[in-house]
């Protein structure tokens, strides 16, 4: 599965931000699909996961009530909307997959599939 993470940016602390995750080709129907950052110097972290078969949401605690995952079936692809932006959000975000059922979703390991990432800057 090949993943592409789009949407990143820089942004005013406050500002808002959309970030995409395609599978050219690759229905996400049967994956559960995170979102995952990596910040300089810091461990990579999960921030929201979605299961594509119940469609339970989770999200840490840090970017929770300001972000929002979902789905698009149509359009093959899974999105993170961010709100409210802080400086502190500041890292290289990702997109990982795994076939579905997925037990720990903010954790990593039991993805198997991950894109480039794409950068998000958020200044003060």
């Known amino acids: 599965v090949q993943l592409v993470e789009s949407g990143g940016g820089s942004v005013q602390a406050g500002g808002s931000l959309r970030l995409s995750c395609a599978a050219p080709g690759c229905p996400l129907g049967t994956y559960d699909i995170g979102w995952f950052r990596q910040a300089p110097g810091k461990e990579r972290e999960g921030v929201s996961w979605i299961s594509e078969a119940d469609g339970y949401i989770d999200y840490v605690d840090a970017v929770r009530g300001r972000s929002t995952i979902s789905s698009d079936v149509a359009k093959n692809t899974v999105s993170l909307q961010m709100n409210r932006l802080k400086p502190e959000d500041t890292a290289v975000y990702y997109c990982?997959?795994?076939?579905?059922?997925?037990?720990?979703?903010?954790?990593?390991?039991?993805?198997?599939?991950w894109g480039q990432g794409t950068q998000v800057t958020v200044s003060s």
């Open positions: 990982k997959a795994a076939l579905a059922p997925v037990n720990n979703g903010l954790g990593s390991s039991e993805y198997k599939f």
